[in-house]
């Protein structure tokens, strides 16, 4: 059975075969970038005659998924289009705090010449931790064990032998703590794992210890981490995501000051790559759905 979808609203930049894709089924698409507040109202608008949402992306938690299938609306994403990616920004991001490199640059640019103060670590024979062993998380450790790190994890789904596959042993959150050098997690963010990583975590674990989180903001609580930097507890941190994007509330722009904290603007998805590979699998989905009536998987 053809579903009835007529009219395609892009509400932020997608690859242009996207279009060229949909425009290809003979539906009319329309590309409007729209601030919150007017997607808000522009939904509201067309919520009778709204059929599906697609989110050229893995997370959906800035989508109401309940309330969408309550009114009938189908909800698609693209898990695993962009994992290479947010696993190689992770990896970048952990290398970048090994040895202070924007910090190192920003230095020479200004004009100094720091060799003595940005002394680094090597990541080799140091223990990473993942939080969450999904498809990002298992990425980052094939990739980080090849640079001689000690990978240990924790998924509360994934069972031990199969995290063992991918080279990491598997540990209780209580037996992390103590051991890690570098904690990065890949978790979503749900009632959960909000602040999964705290102040009272951060006291458990090494004082050198490194926060990457290139999942979700919020995941790692902003102010239980600027907290613990200040206090010399925790040896610096690497974030791609925040609670606020962009970021503008005093306590955050503090921690994005913090000299021990690197940061990327949510950079995770943003390669040429993926930005592909997301557009096409959800025009694939889309496509399918039209033509058969039938959600991907269904
Ligand atoms: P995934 O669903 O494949 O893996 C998530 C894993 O987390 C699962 O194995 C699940 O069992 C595990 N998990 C759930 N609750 C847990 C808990 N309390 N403790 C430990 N593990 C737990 O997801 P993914 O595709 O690997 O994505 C991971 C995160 O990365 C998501 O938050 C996603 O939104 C985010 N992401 C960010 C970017 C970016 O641009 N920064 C890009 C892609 C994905
Ligand atoms: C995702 O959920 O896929 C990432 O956060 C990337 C993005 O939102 O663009």
Redesign the pocket.
């Known amino acids: 059975m053809s579903q009835a979808i007529k009219r395609v609203l892009i509400t932020d930049p997608i690859d242009k075969q996207f279009v060229e894709s949909l425009r290809g089924h003979g539906l009319e698409v329309n590309e409007k970038k729209l601030s919150k507040e007017q997607l808000l109202v522009d939904c509201r608008l067309r919520l009778p005659v709204l059929k599906l949402i697609g989110?050229?992306?893995?997370?959906v938690d800035n989508i109401d998924v309940p309330a969408a299938t309550k009114q009938g609306v189908l909800v698609m994403n693209?898990p695993g289009a962009?994992t290479i990616s947010?696993a190689e920004h992770t990896c970048a991001l952990i290398l970048a705090l090994s040895r202070q490199i924007p910090q190192a640059q920003a230095s020479l640019k200004a004009g100094r010449w720091d060799r003595k103060l940005f002394m680094g670590n090597e990541v080799q024979g140091k223990t990473l931790a993942i939080l969450g062993l999904g498809r990002i998380g298992r990425e980052v450790a094939t990739r980080m064990k090849s640079f001689g790190m000690t990978v240990v994890g924790y998924d509360p789904v994934i069972p031990a032998n199969v995290i063992a596959e991918f080279g990491v042993k598997s540990l209780s959150l209580a037996e992390i703590w103590p051991v890690a050098d570098y904690i990065t997690v890949h978790v979503p963010l749900l009632p959960e794992t909000e602040n999964l990583i705290n102040l009272e975590v951060l006291k458990k674990c090494k004082k050198s210890v490194n926060i990457v989180n290139v999942a979700?903001g919020g995941i790692v609580s902003e102010p239980d981490l600027l907290a613990a930097l200040k206090e010399g507890l925790t040896g610096g941190a690497a974030l791609d995501?925040f609670t606020e994007e962009p970021p503008v509330s005093a306590g955050l722009l503090e921690l994005l000051q913090h000299p021990k904290v690197i940061c990327t603007p949510?950079l995770?998805?943003?390669t040429v790559e993926a930005q592909e590979r997301?557009a096409a699998d959800l025009a694939e989905q889309i496509g399918q759905f039209i033509t058969t009536g039938k959600a991907a998987g269904f």
């Open positions: 989110r050229a992306g893995t997370g693209t962009n947010a979700r995501v949510h995770g998805a943003s997301v």
